[in-house]
């Protein structure tokens, strides 16, 4: 199942955050299905916890929210 996950899963820099935003954060196993988001990581460690991962995510939306809302006021 691993396998099958990081092969449909997209950077999560790419991932098209539409808004309003509702986040969702599954586990490795049984997790969500709908938008699997890959976040590189350096050194021998192979999956992150899931709140920092969702942490990492919001950000990402966060900045992707400024973004937009910048753009839309200029």
Known sequence: ???IL???SVPY???DY???LCPIAGNEVSGIDDAVIDIPMLGQKKS??????HGIALFEAFKNFRAKRETKYV
């Open 1 to 3: 199942r691993q396998v």
């Open 6 to 8: 990081e092969l449909k």
């Open 13 to 15: 820099t790419d991932l």
């Open 18 to 20: 539409k808004f309003p």
């Open 48 to 53: 992150l916890n899931v709140s920092i991962a």
